[in-house]
């Protein structure tokens, strides 16, 4: 059986994850693990913080578009329902 050399895969997994934390502070830039438990961590933030980001906007559009409804006299309501 051929010896299984796994050397370069393991390197670039470490080197992705440490790429990813730079910046971090302290040893979560430094240390693998701590580098990778940072790393999932923002990782999973950011995937929230799209859907909060798209729930904001959204918030946002209805009051601008309330506002200058309110401007010809008419509701929000009342705009969405006559478009």
Known sequence: ???????????AKRKRIL????????????????AKEAVERGLKFAYSGRKQKKRQYRSLWIVRIGAAAKLNGLSYSRFISGL
């Open 1 to 11: 059986m051929p010896r299984v050399k796994r050397g370069t895969k393991r390197r």
């Open 19 to 34: 790429e990813r934390a730079s910046g971090y502070y302290l040893t979560k830039s430094k240390l693998y693990r701590s």
